[in-house]
């Protein structure tokens, strides 16, 4: 499933130097149908998981690819955990096995 692209600002190292913007697109790989029409039906939800997931981050750490790798383990956990919480219950089949950036780059002003 994939979601729109979206960008959030970096936290920059002098409040006076203007804000490099981070562009990402992410795509969630689920491991049923169900799985893939939960996420669908609370995209919203997902969406806001994953900007948070994005956001606030220091524009020198983004350097290090590490730091991607971080975040799509990140949101692979976190979106199962959304997805317990919209089940009601923890599932070994209904999960989201993978995330991915579809994009995923700076753009300094």
């Not at 997902?46 to 220091?58: C, N, P, Q, V």
């Not at 524009?59 to 799509?72: F, G, H, K, T, V």
């Amino acid at each position: 499933i994939e979601f729109d692209d979206t960008t959030v600002t970096c936290v920059m190292p002098s409040p006076d130097m203007p804000a490099s913007i981070l562009m990402y697109q992410i795509a969630l790989d689920c491991t049923n149908g169900n799985a893939a029409q939960l996420v669908e039906a609370n995209k919203t939800r997902f969406a806001a998981k994953i900007r948070e997931l994005h956001s606030y981050k220091k524009r020198a750490e983004l350097d290090n690819p590490q730091l991607e790798q971080d975040i799509l383990k990140a949101v692979v956990q976190e979106s199962n955990a959304l997805l317990q919480t919209i089940l009601g219950k923890p599932s070994e089949k209904t999960r989201v096995k993978d995330a991915f950036h579809v994009k995923f780059f700076i753009q300094d002003l």
